[in-house]
């Protein structure tokens, strides 16, 4: 199945934006530890989150999170916490190639019994609740920011709490920080010492807390990129639901694409974003994007594209996360890139640039854009139709992982 893409040559429209996927699945972790009362408002209604409110509801003897890379490592930790609990944990076929070693390693030294079924250090896994001690961990500072956050999550319920100390460079720090916050919000005692070390007290998360999700900061930067790309110099797009005070840490996407002509407007009063297009000059236009995206790693895929179709150099860092991820990201940009005439550079797992394009303007060879199971790899090249018309996309509905409305919104 694909699905071919073509925007009219207006772009004036209020985009219902799905929950943030990551705030919802936080949330219903922390109302499940919460012992009763606790109830999530405007949650996503994403497959990720859909399939994790299976699971804490259910909670089965053999739990399939599909591709959910959130719900396999939260509900690693939240199912070693639940004693008297055996669950098996699995996903799709590249759920099972999708390291999990880190994770289990750290759970295995607070107590927490847990066995590999198939290939060593890899899901499924098989877990049997009990009563964890706590402590003192210690983890690689690059580590998956869901790995840290799982851990911290479940911190409150382990007898002496729980230090996590993290050696080296903190990479994805907003997320570990969305993760306190939330925390603190459901009653948790829970804070960085210093630049590399959380405490969290062994204070049990209060219940009956009522928590609403904001709009997801993510699924946002498509239409930062479709202002972006749009040929509409009166381009205008409303976006409900978002502020300015927020927990996500891709909420930078506003900063990040002001060198690339849009402009952010905040309405406290009807609590939205209102984005329009700004003039830039030839020479704005050629001065190299620098970006370190360690911080916002799942905004590489929108700016990379937004980047190509205006042929704008640019170089991103901070991206180690992106082989990992549903696909090996930096290798399927470089694929899809290639039907549009444009060479991407991979630096190692660091970097992404591209220096120099051809003369001419991209030119979009009729191939289908492959998504490799990636909801992003679809949303990001959707707008190049804006600059390409006709792009089309295979296996479009991939987009229900985090923005099931996608296609009905844009077209």
Known sequence: MTR?????????????????????????????????????????????????????????????????????RFLTSFFAVCEGEEHVLTGSERMKQRPISALVNALRELGADIDYVEKEGFPPLRIKGRKLQGGTISLPADISSQYVSSLLMIAPMLEQGLTVSLCGEVLSRPYIDMTLELMKSFGAEAAWTDGNHIRVMPVPYRQNVQYTVESDWSAASYWYEMVALSSDRKARVVLPWLFRKSLQGDAAVQHFFEPLGVKTVFDVEHGEVILTKTPQSQSETCLPLTLDLSGQPDLAQTLVVTCAMLRRPFRFTGLRSLRIKETDRMAALHNELQKFGIELSIEGDEALSISRYPDNAPRYDGRPIATYDDHRMAMSFAPAAMVCPGVEIEHPEVVNKSYPRFWESIL
């Open 4 to 72: 071919i893409v073509n925007f009219p040559s207006r772009l004036d429209t209020t985009a219902a934006l799905p929950s943030s996927k990551s705030l919802s699945n936080r949330a219903l972790l922390l109302c499940a530890l919460s012992g009763g009362g606790a109830e999530v408002h405007r949650r996503s209604d994403c497959d990720d989150t859909e399939v994790m409110f299976r699971a804490l509801s259910e909670r089965g003897s053999e739990i399939d999170i599909h591709g959910a890379g959130t719900a396999m």
